[in-house]
């Protein structure tokens, strides 16, 4: 086996799904990638929009890169049953968040993959490795390395796992075959499948992504307004959320996957993850509002510990609950949300009061 054939061998082993190799060069849609930022659509995560030459050119990371190692893991696991997932006393949290904070389980492994490459090639490496903690179009090198197209949600969309898909990538100033570009840069990709001939991966005339989300976060094909979207409204928004989206959100509470539960290629050709750090318990990925708005600090930390959900801390999550009850549109939150306007974070207290005002205009 060459040095490539073993390092995608040794991806595979540690539990990786996908593995490609792109060419260490500027991303094929850094353009698009600027003019994304003149509109202000990476709303107030500034990271994205700091120094953006290193963001589309992996050899401005790692001195002398030659290649971008990409993998992909699926972490697709069924809808829990209907009766709790489609509950609105219950807040819906988006499927990369139903277990242990994956980057504290993948990135180990994207690092072993790496001293790996190290040791197989017998001298040092200069190497990055990121599992999206780091300045890179992963998206676009993932399409690259030919792991799939970019769908119209703006996601990277995989013929034969779908989209449920966490990256990893690994910066190496290290000559490795390149695999052939399976996309034509982002919209369309053609896959071989074992026992199958070549399929055209494509949007082609299909919209249901763009149709169906509730906020309306994208303003074309391929484009992205963050400052609409669900999962940065209730993950990355620090702050309030606009009144006119609340509405909006429903009961997500945490991340938002409408855009890819809708989606044809998803419904095809998902199928559940083997990996073991996802939990399937109802509980979990569909809580009951009213307990987590009684969470104080210590039960916050108590539950969350490890998980996604830490993000957002006690006073981001419970403002994201405040606006699902209020949603949810019962007086039988009512009780509970009446105490949290005496809440210590005048975050919790203004969503609540916001809550009370929107139950009590509906009965
Ligand atoms: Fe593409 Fe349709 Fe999937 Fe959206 S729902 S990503 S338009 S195939």
New binding site residues.
């Given amino acids: 086996m060459s040095l490539t054939q073993r390092i995608k061998q040794k991806a595979y082993d540690l539990g990786f799904d996908l593995i490609g190799i792109a060419p260490a060069e500027r991303a094929p849609h850094a353009e698009a990638y600027r003019r994304w930022l003149t509109h202000n659509y990476q709303a107030d995560m500034q990271w994205l929009a700091r120094d953006p030459q290193r963001r589309e050119d992996p050899r401005c990371v790692v001195d002398g890169a030659q290649a971008v190692v990409v993998v992909g893991l699926s972490y697709f696991r069924l809808d829990p049953p209907g009766d709790l997932w489609r509950d609105p006393a219950r807040g819906r949290i988006a499927r990369y968040a139903w277990g242990l904070d994956y980057h504290d389980v993948i990135l180990p492994r994207l690092r072993a993959l790496g001293d790996f490459i190290e040791q197989e090639t017998g001298r040092p490496l200069r190497q990055r490795s990121y599992i999206d903690t780091g300045p890179i179009l992963e998206r676009d090198f993932a399409a690259q390395a030919g792991l799939g197209f970019i769908?119209?949600?703006t996601?990277l969309?995989s013929p034969k796992l779908g989209?449920y898909l966490f990256l990893g990538e690994i910066l190496v100033d290290l000559d490795l075959e390149i695999d052939p570009p399976a996309s034509d840069g982002g919209a369309t990709c053609r896959v071989s499948l074992p026992g199958q001939a070549k399929r055209l991966g494509?949007?082609?005339r299909?919209?249901?992504?763009?149709d169906?989300c509730p906020t309306h976060a994208f303003p074309a094909?391929y484009i992205l307004d963050s400052r609409r979207c669900i999962a940065y409204l209730t993950i990355e928004l620090r702050g309030l959320i606009p009144p006119e989206l609340r509405p909006l959100l429903k009961n997500w509470i945490f991340g938002c996957d409408e855009?890819?539960e809708?989606?044809?290629?998803?419904r095809r050709y998902s199928h559940p993850s083997g990996a073991d750090f996802l939990r399937y318990d109802p509980d979990w990925v569909a809580p009951k509002l009213l307990d987590l708005l009684a969470l104080d600090e210590a039960g916050f930390r108590a539950r969350f510990k490890g998980t996604p959900l830490q993000r957002t801390k006690r006073r981001g999550l419970l403002r994201n609950v405040a606006v699902a009850l209020g949603n949810w549109g019962s007086p039988a939150a009512l009780p509970a949300l009446e105490p949290a306007l005496q809440d210590p974070e005048p975050l919790i207290r203004e969503h609540a009061a916001w809550a009370i005002g929107r139950i009590r205009d509906q009965v």
């Fill in positions: 769908g119209k949600n996601l969309i989209s494509t949007c082609g299909c919209t249901r992504c763009l169906i094909p855009c890819q809708i989606c044809p290629w998803v």
